[in-house]
């Protein structure tokens, strides 16, 4: 069991910047690539940014790529969401979450392959 808490959501002006954070609690940290999705009013849940256990490899979402960056500490059980020059369109709930990486799930991008999920936390972007 891998229980996942995101924080540092909130209202911010178009261009601005936010670091979301991802807490986690249970087994060990470093057994998990992680992940982070959003979703908006109305629409489905979408990928946004991967990283592998070790933080050696990251993978982002087009809408993102060059604006977010996704980084992990394992000595503090928590992976970050780095979010530089948002746009309205980057409004959402977020979601980070959990993949075993002894276990083949799924590619990285498809919500099914995660088997861990947090709340959520909410990111308005104001234009």
């Known amino acids: 069991q891998v229980q996942l808490a995101e924080s540092g959501g909130g209202l911010v002006q178009a261009g601005g910047s936010l670091r979301l954070s991802c807490a986690a609690a249970?087994?060990?940290?470093?057994?998990?690539?992680m992940g982070w999705f959003r979703q908006a009013p109305g629409k489905e849940r979408e990928f946004v940014a991967h990283?592998?256990?070790?933080?050696?490899?990251?993978y982002y979402a087009d809408s993102v790529k060059g604006r977010f960056t996704i980084s992990r500490d394992n000595a503090k059980n928590t992976v970050y969401l780095q979010m530089n020059s948002l746009k309205p369109e980057d409004t959402a709930v977020y979601y980070c979450?959990?993949?075993?990486?002894?276990?083949?799930?799924?590619?990285?991008?498809?919500?099914?392959?995660?088997?861990?999920w947090g709340q959520g936390t909410q990111v308005t972007v104001s234009s």
């Open positions: 979450a959990a993949r075993n990486r002894f276990k083949y799930s799924g590619y990285y991008y498809y919500t099914s392959a995660y088997e861990y």
């Open positions: 249970g087994r060990t940290f470093s057994d998990w690539h």
């Open positions: 990283i592998i256990w070790n933080g050696g490899s990251t």
